[in-house]
């Protein structure tokens, strides 16, 4: 499919841009004092060059108490220079076009972040920090109102094409929206022309601050996704009122902080979400983004051509390749390195407190530090083991100019991640692996399949550099029984080595991979989605019936923790979504519990100093990985150059293998 719509000229009021691809806002941390910082200003160019048509920059505080030193603001004049200073790069080394993001977190600021209670339309406590908000008077809402158009004023003087404000996600202007959030009795709270007021009087006062045309966006939710909260129904009027008030484009997100549905992980659908958008756009007649897992450029230009939207917001993707609208348009796909949702080192380095990397692309967060230019000297670099640590390192030494080899023992490159693909909605994971082999023959790597390297066979190449990246192997266990017929390992199950017998199902270990690993037995047996949208196009089945035959499988599931709790390595913006997945399937789960013995059709367990017997057909160990060193130990002494990345080392995560296959690449 030629993406003719997705690299076509699309206007916001005056402004055109010359694609319909959106980079929307998103937190970095890479500020101390809200000041657009040569680091953040670097992050953003690096994504103009890459050929995005609008950057939405933030989120940008209006005021303190609603923002805080590690936002960027304009709530002062001494913010227009330095981001006056960012946009003459943009406008003066690339065609992109870019707005700040106005914000405002309301009752979901965090008062050790700015020193001062939160605030919002009523007192009601956040279920994200935990905190309780003071109620906003009249008056204060009245200057918070001025505060949205002076950095609006500020932000048109810092030479930005377009702002954006924020009205979503559970942040201030949703929480008077929502009546979860406004209990007010006086003009701010109770109808809904009195809920947005608010916003309209925003809206309102930016056009009198920067002019009647000076473009103006507004990024909403198309569903709370909240148990009596707003829905599409209830956006699609809310966006038909900010559009009468003279709103140029209109953004579509989804859901708050609380809600249950997931919004960014690998459960979700690619363009899950894009209904939300074409909900809206049915009600205005100015552009509409679509947002969420949006990455795939053929299914933009689906979404497009569909008219579900009219232009495509791509966050996390352009993390993850910033040059992906180039690549798109010169029908380099296969390039593409994707965004595999894993939120790793994006969202859950925000919620740690940490700046924001990304797993697939060291890069990010640090484009001035990590310099790519040509190699001095050519060297032949052997490297063994074909995972995400040995294929980034392959990838990286090759682009600057060495001769690389590499040789993996499998039929298959990707090491364990070939294993996690086998997890329900990780399909991107095998993708990425796909990515980064085109990737490498590209940059003139070779590969050696199904073939060990051993020291004999690495010596007879006389390599330069040798670089061991034989990953992990599985942890076995020192349990009476362990060596029954019975028992399997959980890599065994997710290479689909052995055959699953018997109902009852035992898995001992609950980390990620054990966790995943029952998820994906206790889905054996259950309808795909292809037969629920049959029987649910059909009314073949009652709604009630269909949901049990998505969740109800063959085997019943136990998974044995010795913690107190399960997938304790899993990132915060994942785990709460795998735990309730696991429950939807009925996975039953054991922790503080400690494995004594394992028997013929039934395990030995201890929970509280009490012995239990739980019934096991079969048992599957993921008691975690040990590192695969010994051809690291062999050839100590015997070649010059030697390296040793990734879980070779000490087992790890995916992201800090494939950063240190990219810093060595980076250093030979």
């Given at each position: ?92 080394e690339t065609d992109a076009k870019a707005a700040p993001q106005l914000f405002h977190a309301g009752r979901y600021a965090f008062s050790i972040m ?179 897992l949006l990455g795939d450029p053929q299914r933009a230009e689906s979404i497009l051509r569909q008219d579900m939207a009219d232009m495509i917001c ?60 040509p190699a001095k000297n050519q060297k032949n670099i052997l490297i063994a083991g074909g995972g995400p640590a040995g294929l980034k390192a392959a ?274």
């Amino acid at each position: 499919m030629k993406l003719k719509m997705l690299f076509s000229q699309v206007n916001i009021g005056k402004l055109t841009l010359k694609n319909r691809i959106v980079m929307p806002s998103m937190g970095t941390l890479y500020t101390s004092d809200s000041t657009m910082t040569p680091r953040m200003s670097e992050f953003y160019l690096t994504r103009a060059k890459g050929g995005a048509g609008l950057i939405i920059v933030g989120p940008v505080g209006v005021d303190k108490v609603g923002g805080g030193p590690l936002l960027l603001g304009l709530d002062e004049d001494r913010f227009i220079e330095p981001m006056k200073d960012f946009m003459n790069k943009i406008h003066g080394e690339t065609d992109a076009k870019a707005a700040p993001q106005l914000f405002h977190a309301g009752r979901y600021a965090f008062s050790i972040m700015t020193g001062e209670q939160p605030v919002a339309p009523s007192a009601i406590p956040s279920k994200l920090t935990h905190e309780m908000p003071r109620e906003l008077s009249v008056a204060e809402v009245k200057e918070i109102v001025n505060k949205y158009k002076e950095a609006a004023m500020r932000a048109r003087e810092a030479d930005f094409d377009a702002v954006e404000i924020l009205a979503c996600t559970g942040y201030l202007i949703t929480e008077f929206l929502s009546l979860l959030t406004n209990k007010r009795e006086d003009e701010y709270g109770g109808s809904w022309e009195n809920r947005i007021r608010f916003p309209l009087e925003i809206i309102k006062s930016i056009k009198q601050g920067v002019g009647e045309d000076f473009p103006l966006i507004v990024r909403v939710a198309g569903n709370d996704f909240m148990k009596g909260g707003l829905n599409n129904m209830h956006a699609g009027r809310f966006c038909r009122d900010i559009e009468e008030a003279g709103v140029h484009a209109i953004n579509v997100t989804g859901g708050w902080h609380e809600t249950n549905v997931p919004q960014i992980t690998y459960d979700v659908p690619d363009g899950g979400f894009a209904y939300l958008a074409k909900g809206i756009k049915e009600g205005v007649n100015i552009p509409v983004f679509a947002s969420n897992l949006l990455g795939d450029p053929q299914r933009a230009e689906s979404i497009l051509r569909q008219d579900m939207a009219d232009m495509i917001c791509m966050g996390r993707p352009l993390l993850a390749d910033p040059e992906l609208p180039i690549k798109a348009q010169n029908n380099r796909l296969a390039e593409i390195t994707p965004c595999i949702s894993c939120n790793q080192a994006c969202f859950d380095n925000i919620f740690m407190g940490h700046p924001v990397c990304c797993m697939v692309n060291p890069r990010v967060g640090l484009e001035m530090e990590y310099n790519e230019e040509p190699a001095k000297n050519q060297k032949n670099i052997l490297i063994a083991g074909g995972g995400p640590a040995g294929l980034k390192a392959a990838i990286t030494a090759a682009k600057r100019g060495h001769k690389v080899k590499v040789y993996e023992t499998g039929q298959e490159l990707g090491g364990q991640v070939r294993l996690g693909a086998k997890k329900l909605g990780k399909n991107n994971f095998k993708r990425l692996i796909n990515v980064y082999a085109e990737q490498a023959k590209q940059s003139g790597v070779k590969f050696i399949l199904n073939l060990k390297a051993d020291v004999d066979t690495i010596l007879q190449e006389s390599p330069d550099t040798v670089i061991i990246a034989t990953g992990g192997k599985p942890a076995p266990i020192n349990v009476k029984g362990s060596d029954l017929p019975h028992v399997v390992s959980a890599w065994d199950i997710l290479q689909d080595k052995v055959i699953i017998k018997g109902r009852n199902v035992v898995v001992i270990g609950g980390s990620a991979t054990g966790c995943e690993t029952a998820e994906l037995i206790a889905s054996y047996g259950t309808i795909t989605p292809d037969v629920t949208d049959f029987l649910m196009h059909y009314k073949a089945e009652t709604p009630e019936a269909i949901r049990e035959f998505m969740f109800k499988g063959t085997k019943k599931v136990t998974i044995i923790e010795m913690l107190d709790k399960i997938a304790i390595n899993v990132g915060k913006t994942s785990r709460w979504a795998l735990i309730r997945n696991l429950r939807s399937y009925g996975v039953k789960q054991l922790t503080n519990t400690r494995l004594t013995e394992i028997r013929k059709d039934e395990i030995v367990v201890m929970k509280n100093e009490k012995e239990l017997i739980l019934p096991a057909d079969t048992v599957v160990i993921a008691a975690g990985v040990l590192p695969v060193n010994d051809l690291y130990e062999q050839l100590k002494g015997k070649i010059d150059q030697l390296h040793i990345i990734g879980d070779a080392i000490q087992p790890r995560r995916m992201v800090e293998a494939i950063r240190e296959g990219y810093e060595l690449g980076l250093k030979i």
